[in-house]
């Protein structure tokens, strides 16, 4: 068995994990995405005003183009942020791309026009739903492509038969999860494990693709009258409430199914140290009894990319 550290590999065992920076998925293009999309946003929005508008001076028109590249250029100035932390990153870029075009559209909508108000509102209805849409694609490429992770370079690529080995060898590892094959070749579906008594389940389905060197993930989450784990998830405001609703009380009971694709920091992912010795999985760091569901995710990831295979999560049933 090998024992591979940051410093090189010890003759005894050399061990996977601990100072080996997993290889992600660069954010720089999601950046590029948004404002390459708030730019032409608002550049339709002004050709669509410049063509209904009454006024033509060259101030208001000044005015216009200000306030229309406004989304574009707060989209680049949160492209240049710091990408340490993947998630928020993802977040600020996300909330400019999908609020500041909606703000727009308000905005320009209650702009005086010489054309009938049946127009302008069914222009806006179109370009509405376009948004609407785009959004909801940009969240499947997201998923994919902020999310994966690559093979940690240098490792050894290992057959599917073996890495379902090393799956189901988690549960000897302490890791509180149950691992059991799924119907297709390769499939594995991975239930973490709650507490007595908490109406929730977590399941991780992992698709290995042997051709391609890569594992497809998808995500479930379920509660049914479960006590929420956070403020965000007892939270029954909507964006501005905290400031137009205060008194709103916060949620006891949550139910209801997510899918999701977890983005899982480098650090964390870097400090998962396993030890691997064929079909056996060891759990050096950190302490299984620690782990919890998002914890579990992150050491799938490093077993799978440290056994040779790409991470990839998608949005999907599971």
């Known amino acids: 068995m ?3 550290t940051s410093a090189g590999l010890s003759a005894a065992h050399p061990f996977q994990g601990a100072g080996a920076l997993p290889v992600q998925s660069p954010l720089g293009v999601v950046g590029v ?7 032409l946003f608002g550049a339709t929005v002004w050709i669509a005003l410049r063509a209904a508008e009454t006024g033509t001076g060259t101030i208001d028109a000044a005015l216009d183009i200000a306030i229309c590249l406004a989304p574009a250029l707060l989209a680049g100035v949160l492209a240049r942020t710091s990408q340490a932390d993947r998630q928020q990153y993802v977040a600020r870029l996300m909330a400019c791309a999908v609020m500041l075009p909606l703000l727009l559209l308000m905005w320009a ?8 108000g049946a127009l ?18 940009a969240v499947f490429w997201l998923a994919r492509r902020a999310t994966g992770i690559e093979a940690q370079p240098g490792a050894a690529v290992v057959g599917a038969s073996l890495l379902g080995q090393r799956l189901q060898s988690l549960a000897d590892a302490q890791v509180p999860a149950d691992v059991t094959p799924g119907q297709g070749a390769g499939e594995w579906l991975v239930e973490m494990r709650f507490g007595p008594g908490v109406p929730r389940s977590h399941r991780v389905r992992l698709l290995i693709d ?6 497809r993930v998808r995500e479930r989450l379920a509660a049914r009258g479960a006590a929420p784990r956070d403020a965000d998830e007892a939270s029954l405001r909507s964006i501005g409430d905290t400031w137009f609703d ?4 916060q949620a006891q009971r949550v139910s209801g199914i997510t899918l999701q694709a977890s983005m899982i920091e480098p650090s964390r992912l870097a400090a998962t ?20 569901a998002d914890g579990v995710v992150s050491v799938l990831a490093a077993l799978v990319t440290r056994s040779g295979y790409g991470w990839q999560p998608e949005l999907g049933a599971a």
């Open 2 to 4: 090998t024992v591979e």
């Open 33 to 39: 995405v948004a404002v390459l999309y708030t730019l």
């Open 109 to 116: 909508t209650s702009q005086p026009v010489v054309v009938s």
């Open 120 to 137: 302008v509102w069914s222009a806006a209805g179109v370009l509405f739903v376009t948004h609407i849409a785009l959004f909801v694609g």
């Open 210 to 215: 042997e051709p391609a060197r890569r594992v």
């Open 246 to 249: 205060p008194s709103r009380p």
């Open 273 to 292: 140290c396993l030890a691997l010795d064929g079909g056996r999985v060891t759990l050096l760091a950190p302490a299984a009894a620690d782990l919890d």
